[in-house]
């Protein structure tokens, strides 16, 4: 039960690794989610990439459905 609701983060930690390169980088996903459930982690060093608007996005959602309390965006 715990990891079915924990799956749809672990696929898109490893999206770009399970899809020949395309979508986010794991190193981006983890240090956005670090930033927004604690302290603010700052962005992943080239050449890996940071998590684009609309990824972020959809991570803040799965974090918020596994009970986290999800900082606002930085504006």
Do not use: N
């Not at 930690?13 to 670090?34: D, N, P, Y």
């Amino acid at each position: 039960l715990l990891w079915a609701r924990l799956a749809p983060l672990m696929r898109f930690i490893f999206e770009s690794h399970t899809r020949q390169g395309e979508g986010a980088h794991w190193c981006g996903v983890m240090k956005a989610a670090l930033s927004m459930i604690g302290p603010e982690v700052g962005d992943p060093m080239p050449p890996s990439p940071r998590l684009d608007g609309p990824g972020r996005t959809r991570l803040a959602g799965m974090l918020a459905d596994l009970g986290y309390q999800v900082k606002p965006a930085a504006g």
